[in-house]
């Protein structure tokens, strides 16, 4: 007599049967697809091997079939070799540090493609000899600032001050106000960035207030140069004093403006954010600035100096042995000069923006969307560490806050921000190109039954 199986539980197949694991189909079978050979030939074949391996894992445990092994490894590649995806920034930060900052201009991107092939980077073409590295985008960046005799790229912006700290005053003292020893991001602060290149820090005045009679004391023969940070993450409001560079220009010692966001010259929406041009006719002997800022191009140092002692120290700094170190990549300068040289960066539209075609534009959509979004008015910010306090009106799509991790999962992935209990996609960092992707996005996320 044969024994019942156990109530609950599943009968054993007949020992005759064929074990299922046997119909799922071969690795080099499945490789064999036209489909993943194409992905072969885009992403390399380890990639897409694995990507095989998983789904093949799937159907052993029954997930799929066998027969959907290739659609289900096609299914799991990414668009591209890299991990990192696109995402649309619907959070009203212009310039979003997790989001890379500024997203590049139409020709910045075309002048990438031509830099990731071979090209004449240190190359003269004319003699067939060996030519200046960077002079493209020398030559943008003093036509695009005006006052500036001289400039370096250095690869970040905090490299290019470590850069100049470590070339004018390593073992000596650099003069700065309490006021300004600021954090940066990620915990990294400006007086161990400075400390790090061998120079000494010779704090002057307190929090609130700094005259120049504090600085004229601590000047002596051990001063490399006075340094003006500016607080581009916070502001300081109240009883307050500072000291601009066209005063400190009379201590007879350079004056070294960090002005962070790469305001090249001055824009109407933000008077009160010091730009490069500004900097050098107020006094200041260098400035350094972030080219992926409010300038709007890749992550960059730029260090610039006026005429005379501006322009020497501008040599100096790119002969010194560090420079090689913090040297920018073809990359880089092919995009930082399209971005000088082009016609315009998606930042500075997002910040010319007018508020009557962004509320526009989110009538549009939450139209298209149905009951579940509304069009509503929103603020922005510019975001990595610029113009802090500055608030920009701006309109946004309020949707759900459901939303929100339906939208962070998709494809492309959409960040808006919460508020109220409410997901808002702001518009005014969004490229009106990007709205009819938005829709979808939103269309695509929207729960079972919304």
């Known amino acids: 007599m044969t024994d019942a199986p156990v109530r609950g539980t599943t009968a054993p197949p007949p020992a005759d049967a064929p074990d299922p694991r046997r119909a799922v189909p071969r690795t080099d079978a499945v490789l064999a697809d036209p489909r993943l050979a194409e992905a072969i030939h885009r992403l ?34 990414p668009r591209t070799a890299t991990r990192l995806r696109p995402v649309l920034n619907a959070t009203g930060v212009l310039l979003h540090t997790n989001l890379g900052r500024a997203p590049l201009s139409a020709a910045a991107r075309e002048a990438l493609a031509v830099a990731a092939g071979t090209c004449d980077v240190e190359l003269d073409l004319t003699t067939g000899t060996r030519g200046r590295r960077g002079a493209g985008v020398i030559d943008a960046l003093l036509a695009a600032v005006p006052g500036a005799a001289a400039a370096h790229v250095a690869n970040n912006g905090a490299a290019a001050l470590a850069l100049v700290a470590a070339t004018l005053a390593a073992g000596k003292e650099i003069v700065v106000s309490r006021g ?51 607080p581009s993450n916070f502001t300081v409001s109240g009883f307050t004093s500072e000291v601009g560079p066209e005063e400190l220009a009379g201590l007879d010692v ?58 020497e120290l501008v040599e100096k700094v790119r002969r010194f042995p560090l420079a090689r170190a913090m ?32 509320r526009r534009r ?77 829709a979808a996005a939103v269309a695509a996320a929207a729960p079972t039954g919304t």
């Open 44 to 77: 390399g074949r380890a990639l897409v091997k694995r990507a095989v391996a998983g789904a093949q894992q799937q159907a052993r445990a029954g997930a799929i079939t066998p027969a959907e092994v290739a659609e289900a490894a096609l299914a799991a590649l």
């Open 254 to 311: 350079p004056v070294v403006a960090d002005i962070g966001s790469g305001l090249l010259t001055p824009h109407p929406l933000l008077p009160d954010e010091p730009d490069a041009a500004g900097m050098l006719a107020r006094g200041a002997t260098l400035v350094t600035a972030s080219g992926d800022k409010l300038l709007g191009g890749p992550q960059a140092g730029l260090v610039l100096g006026g005429a005379g002692e501006g322009a």
């Open 180 to 230: 300004e020893l600021v954090e940066i991001g990620d915990g990294f602060r400006i007086p161990d960035l400075l400390e790090s290149t061998g120079a000494r820090l010779r704090e002057v005045g307190t929090t609130n207030r700094t005259h120049l009679a504090d600085y004229a004391r601590a000047i002596g023969p051990d001063t490399g140069f006075v340094l003006k940070v500016h």
């Open 327 to 358: 040297r920018v990549d073809k990359l880089t300068l092919a995009a930082l000069e399209a971005t000088l040289r082009g016609p315009g960066t998606p930042v500075r539209a997002a910040l010319d923006a007018p508020v009557e075609e962004l």
């Open 362 to 438: 989110a009538e549009q959509l939450a139209a298209r969307l149905g009951e579940v979004a509304e069009a509503v008015d929103s603020i922005s910010t510019v975001g990595g560490g610029g113009a802090p306090g500055v608030t920009l009106p701006s309109a946004a799509v309020a949707l759900p806050e459901r939303f929100a991790a339906a939208l962070r999962a998709g494809d492309p992935a959409v960040l808006g921000r919460l508020e109220g209990g409410r997901c808002l996609l702001d518009l005014r960092a969004l490229d009106p190109a990007d709205d009819e992707a938005l």
